[in-house]
């Protein structure tokens, strides 16, 4: 056996003396190491007699490699035993004390917290415009939209119709569109602009409501038909047809953005449909509220944390939208690095911080 593996497997058995986190069948272990000045998270999450280890600086691996070859970032695997080790040694001698010194040496950067989008605002003027990119009165007018209760739909849902909708949201923002011509038809733009995978929708009879009834009710066919602006998997702008529960035999057309960098674009969708007599529900109603009042709430990520879905991963009732680094205000704001931390700790909210503290009984 080489001493990759030999220290691998040194380092699995310490691990194993620690009480882990359970979650079903998992077992989940919270380090933070110190290595010469800097801190790294490492987390081990045992399933199935495989573990799987991912954190700061390094691709994750897993122990054993069901596929052969590497086995992980071994140059770390001394520097983690000594630290680990060491930790080990504290909290045999007092937790209290041991999580009580870790936290307090802990920086911001390994932290996770929610701070108001105007703090961020005032520390970092130039994030995320999102109110300021829109003019006093389309500001005021979207929300006045956005607090009405829901408005009243109609009996009748069409291909046509909906396709009238599509017309009006695409011309609500030409800028959006590389090439963009005025005066296409719906189902024109829908053709150039939308995602695309229609799932038949476009060769169903056009003015027949029975025809859109029946193409509704097979449901999904794995297309994006209501995908009507492109993006990723949380950046694109839908905007789809439903019954509601409660008054089944009417049709609502709801708007759904959920990301921050479409906001503006959707908020002139509602705007443009409005003015156009054509009735729409934005989701997340409340959210949008919140941020274009600069009152939601941000969330604030480990530095080693990948930023693109990182507010799925904050309670709920907190409905966090949008995620920023500590190194962000850094970089983005005049302060000096000691005052952002200083006051960081005070304004923001850091939430529970998970770490493996206690030995097996």
Request: charged share 30%.
């Amino acid at each position: 056996m080489n001493s990759d593996h030999k220290n691998i497997k040194k380092l699995i058995k310490i691990i194993e003396e620690f009480e882990p986190f359970r979650d079903g069948r998992d077992e989940r272990w919270v380090f933070f190491l110190k290595e010469k000045r800097r801190w790294r998270r490492l987390c081990v999450v045992k399933y199935d007699g495989t573990y799987y280890f991912s954190g700061s600086d390094f691709d994750a691996f897993s122990y054993p490699n069901q596929k052969g070859g590497d086995i992980g970032p071994d140059e770390h695997f001394p520097g983690w035993l000594k630290e680990i080790s060491r930790w080990r040694r504290s909290v045999a001698h007092d937790p209290i004390e041991a999580q009580a010194r870790l936290f307090r040496q802990l920086p911001l950067g390994c932290r996770k917290g929610i701070i108001r989008r105007k703090n961020v605002r005032l520390l970092m003027s130039e994030w995320m415009p999102i109110a300021s990119e829109l003019s006093k009165n389309e500001r005021k007018d979207i929300l006045e939209i956005l607090r009405k209760p829901s408005p009243d739909f109609t009996r009748a849902m069409t291909l046509n119709k909906f396709l009238e909708y599509c017309r009006v949201a695409y011309q609500a923002n030409p800028a959006t569109f590389k090439g963009f011509r005025s005066g296409l038809s719906g189902r024109e733009y829908y053709k150039r602009y939308a995602d695309g995978r229609h799932d038949g929708l476009l060769d169903i009879a056009p003015n027949s409501a029975e025809a859109f009834a029946r193409w509704c009710k097979h449901g999904s066919r794995g297309g994006h038909p209501w995908e009507i602006y492109r993006g990723g998997n949380s950046t694109h702008i839908n905007m789809y047809v439903a019954r509601p529960n409660i008054r089944p035999e009417r049709w609502e057309v709801h708007l759904c953005a959920l990301s921050s960098t479409r906001m503006v674009e959707a908020c002139r969708i509602a705007l443009a449909l409005t003015q156009a007599g054509l009735p729409i529900i934005v989701d997340d109603a409340e959210s949008y509220i919140a941020r274009l009042l600069d009152q939601d709430w941000v969330g604030i990520i480990p530095r080693d944390e990948e930023i693109s879905y990182a507010w799925q991963s904050f309670p709920t009732e907190w409905n966090v939208r949008d995620c920023v680094q500590l190194d962000w205000f850094y970089e983005g704001s005049a302060k000096p690095k000691a005052w952002i931390n200083a006051h960081l700790r005070l304004v923001a909210h850091w939430l529970p911080q998970e770490i493996t503290a206690f030995l097996r009984g």
